[in-house]
């Protein structure tokens, strides 16, 4: 598998839809085989994708509405440290967001909410 990296203002939901047009002008087959497309951490937008955090685990029945508001809280300092270009702090801020998070929701992971434990790195 080839990889590429994302670039700004390019995303593979783009270029997919690029490659369909394509083929079907073209009225034939692509001349490539796609096996997948990975992303990486998936954090391509961090304001938007951190603001939606609150919302996203409160619909899913995963934390109360007061964790809920408390959650947003910490959101917006994120997002304040975020457009004050202070990297290394919103990093952090956003780390300890996603421990609360989980420590909150009681989940094993947040990378799979049907997971029971963690996930193992050896396996």
Do not use: C
């Amino acid at each position: 598998m080839q990889r590429r990296d994302q670039h700004p203002g390019s995303y593979s939901s783009s270029r997919r839809l690029k490659h369909a047009r394509k083929l079907r002008e073209a009225d034939s087959s692509p001349n490539f085989k796609l096996s997948g497309i990975a992303i990486g951490n998936g954090l391509t937008d961090p304001i938007t994708q951190t603001r939606a955090l609150p919302s996203i685990i409160f619909n899913m029945g995963l934390i109360t509405e007061a964790t809920r508001k408390h959650i947003q809280d910490q959101v917006e300092v994120v997002i304040q440290l975020v457009e004050e270009q202070q990297w290394p702090q919103a990093v952090e801020m956003r780390s300890k967001l996603i421990d609360y998070i989980g420590t909150a929701s009681g989940l094993a992971t947040l990378l799979d909410i049907r997971r029971t434990a963690e996930y193992d790195p050896g396996e």
